[in-house]
């Protein structure tokens, strides 16, 4: 059974950052890439970044590159996202997923990864 441990949302003030962390269980950590999305209220389900720690890589939607970086540490089957600069079109219920494929795919609106965490409330206040 895939199981997702999702940490690191909160309030926070704009300009200010936020760390969410997940770990990840029941999968072969090489195997997978690690996705984050996020959902405002009224709004769809948008990807926010990825990485697959197996090849290096990762990817990042316009609005949040060079603000978001995403990172792992293997050795815990964990992800994080270091959200900097944040602003109130940040708040959102953010979710971490995995799936089997590169990055690029999860951003297209046509593929949907199989395994989802809980999710984590980030609330930027202006």
């Known amino acids: 059974e895939v199981q997702f441990v999702e940490s690191g949302g909160g309030l926070v003030q704009a300009g200010g950052s936020l760390r969410l962390s997940c770990t990840v269980s029941g999968l072969i950590w090489d195997d997978y890439a690690t996705v984050w999305f996020r959902q405002a209220p009224g709004k769809e389900r948008e990807g926010v970044s990825c990485i697959r720690p197996s090849a290096g890589s990762t990817y990042y939607v316009d609005s949040v590159k060079g603000r978001f970086t995403a990172s792992s540490d293997d050795a815990k089957n964990t992800v994080y996202l270091q959200m900097n600069s944040l602003s109130p079109e940040d708040t959102a219920v953010y979710y971490c997923?995995?799936?089997?494929?590169?990055?690029?795919?999860?951003?297209?609106?046509?593929?949907?990864?199989?395994?989802w965490g809980q999710g984590t409330q980030v609330t930027v206040s202006s």
């Open positions: 997923a995995a799936d089997i494929f590169d990055c690029e795919i999860y951003f297209t609106g046509s593929y949907s990864p199989d395994y």
